[in-house]
């Protein structure tokens, strides 16, 4: 027994080894040498409370690309270092944890919750103090999933202050995006002879579309309908969770509020209860009740294989709105997060679509 609990607390302290020399390594590797550059994490005041905000680049004088996470509360800048590396020479990047998410959920537990105007609002302040900070008429502004839907909202607001608006997975309508995948999920179990995952499907979509609040008895329902569809929608080419958790554990921008973070599913769905009741019931929150209008150059990248954000809604989308210019990127073979998917064909993707915008 003793030669096991010692074999175990090798094992352990070598796996924490190696991941404090996998993190040196990536924190030189990925550290901004450039004397105009500037790398930093800090914490700034917007709507009252201290948020945390992550900066990078190599020459301070660049243009300014705001990104805004998915989720709610899907929190992104710890895993950025895989992909957006090549844009850090000729732009600045941030990444914001919203209110309610991440390190700015753990920096003030008590603030108050985040509703779609609070974060307008307070994405509203950052925008001044990023335009004030570094000199900058305006912005682009970027975002992924429900970032997607605050960006875009957003940039139709405040034309005077952002440049181009850049949607990937871009989300129209939480009940919406449900009701499409799972419709494709029942086609497919239908075709395949399951009968009872398909009436399953059906059962489970009809739970979640009638649930009346948001709570800890949400989750399970939710995650047992994503697993059924799942079974049957194509997925592509796809990073899975193990990988997603490993580029987290090696990252040199991973604090221990993203750790922490990352495995609390609870205080997810507490924290951002309000946004999730907006986006599920009733009639729920729609990009189409905002307007089709932008008056300014507009990209959406979609995934092939994306069923969060279908990619019939964002076509759609697309071509319903009208802009100075507009791009559609199909992106083939990937879902919902491409940037991680294929994050070498996306940010070549991505470098090319930027060429064309202001």
Not at 92 to 104: A, E, M, S
Not at 165 to 191: C, N, P, T
Not at 273 to 285: H, K
Request: hydrophobic share 40%; net charge neutral; aromatic share 12%.
């Amino acid at each position: 027994m003793q030669v096991i609990i010692i074999l175990f607390i090798s094992l352990v302290l070598l796996f924490l080894v190696i991941i404090s020399i996998g993190k040196i390594i990536n924190a030189k590797r990925y550290t901004i040498q450039s004397e105009t550059g500037i790398q930093t994490s800090e914490y700034v005041t917007l709507g009252g409370i201290e948020q945390y905000i992550q900066t990078r680049g190599e020459d301070i004088s660049n243009p300014i690309i705001l990104i805004l996470h998915g989720g709610p509360g899907s929190t992104m800048a710890y895993y950025s270092y895989c992909w957006q590396t090549p844009f850090e020479k000729d732009y600045t990047i941030v990444h914001w944890d919203q209110r309610g998410c991440g390190n700015t959920y753990y920096h003030d537990k008590e603030a108050e919750k985040p509703t779609l105007d609070l974060l307008l609002t307070d994405l509203d302040e950052l925008v001044d103090y990023l335009r004030t900070k570094y000199n900058k008429q305006k912005l682009l502004i970027m975002g992924h999933s429900w970032g997607t839907f605050l960006a875009g909202i957003y940039s139709r607001k405040h034309p005077e202050k952002i440049s181009a608006y850049i949607g990937v997975s871009q989300m129209l309508d939480f009940r919406k995006s449900e009701q499409v995948s799972a419709k494709e999920a029942i086609r497919l179990a239908k075709d395949n002879g399951n009968t009872q995952d398909e009436q399953e499907i059906k059962r489970q979509l009809e739970l979640l579309l009638q649930i009346r609040k948001i709570d800890q008895q949400l989750a399970p329902k939710f995650l047992k309908l994503r697993k059924l569809k799942d079974k049957y929608l194509p997925k592509g080419q796809s990073i899975s969770a193990l990988e997603t958790i490993m580029l987290g554990i090696f990252s040199p921008y991973m604090t221990v509020n993203d750790l922490k973070w990352l495995f609390n599913f609870k205080a997810l769905i507490h924290s951002n209860s309000e946004l999730y009741e907006a986006l599920l019931l009733g009639n729920g929150l729609s990009m189409y009740q905002y307007g089709l209008s932008y008056e300014m150059p507009v990209a959406i990248f979609a995934g092939e294989y994306d069923w969060i954000t279908p990619y019939s809604l964002a076509d759609q989308y697309f071509n319903d709105i009208t802009a100075p210019y507009k791009t559609f990127i199909s992106m083939k073979n990937v879902g919902h997060v491409p940037f991680m998917d294929q994050s070498k064909e996306f940010s070549k993707v991505l470098s090319d679509t930027l060429v064309h915008l202001p």
